[in-house]
């Protein structure tokens, strides 16, 4: 179990995380909110819970980039004004994160399936140069579709790259529907146990459920996969669970009414 103290830190960090990317969104008139609040804990315990400096973040998911950039501002390295950029003409702050721009971004996604190809190669280099780099590598569940990521689970797997941790953001929605309506991902841990896989089941939303997977990964000689439930919207109550979440901006209320939710959330969880 995470201290009171740390557990408050994240909770509170996910909270400002969330409230700035539901403001970009809200400038912008933009889509792709609910695959935002799908990752967004994942998001804030990797960089604030687990990830050290010199390790490194593949969003490879690159549609919820706002969340990436809002994560990258609470770090420091973007500022407020930065942010006041997204979606605008000449930005670097684009709807899915640019290559060689922004530190901590070290590849453009977004044409999904490329994420874990580039965790492979980044965990192998770090390998072979025998430096204690991790890389942190975050999926959709949709996006397990695209062969090069399996092609990427065997080259990890063969190589033993335990410094690659790969979270899939289980929300079971996709593009175009269900998961296993557009094409049937379960028994997915038992997949990924066959690949050679030391797999781990988790609430995506949870941070104490998320340090279980990080001492998981302490505790393992094989490369570590982590399903993260969670929920796509998760808090927007018009749309939570709800394929629309993928693609339509706010309109109306929405904004006061997620940033309510959102903020309850927190208070809720920090008075457990």
Known sequence: MLSKEVHHNLLLKALNIKKRFLR????????HIGSSLS?????????????????EIVLSKGHAAASLYSVLAEEGILSESDIATFYKDNTYLAAH????????IPFATGSLG????IAAGLGLA?????????????????????GSTWEAALFIAHHKLTNVVWLIDRNRLQGFGR??????????????????FNVVATDGHDFNALNMAKTAWENTEQPLAVICNTIKGKGWK?????LDSHYLPMKDNM??????????????EKAK
């Open 24 to 31: 970009m969104y809200e400038a912008a008139h933009a889509g």
């Open 39 to 55: 990752c967004a804990e994942i998001l804030t315990f990797v960089r604030f819970g687990w990830m050290n400096d010199a390790d």
């Open 97 to 104: 994160p640019p290559a060689g721009k922004i530190k901590r």
């Open 114 to 117: 490329h994420g874990l190809s």
């Open 126 to 146: 770090a390998q072979l140069k025998e430096n204690s780099k991790r890389v942190f590598c975050i999926t959709s569940d949709g996006e397990i579709n695209e």
């Open 179 to 196: 998961t296993e309506d557009v094409m049937k991902l379960e028994p997915l841990a038992d997949k990924l146990q066959a690949f050679g």
């Open 238 to 242: 018009q749309l939570e669970d709800k």
């Open 255 to 268: 904004f006061n009414e997620l940033n309510e939710a959102i903020e309850l959330h927190y208070q809720t």
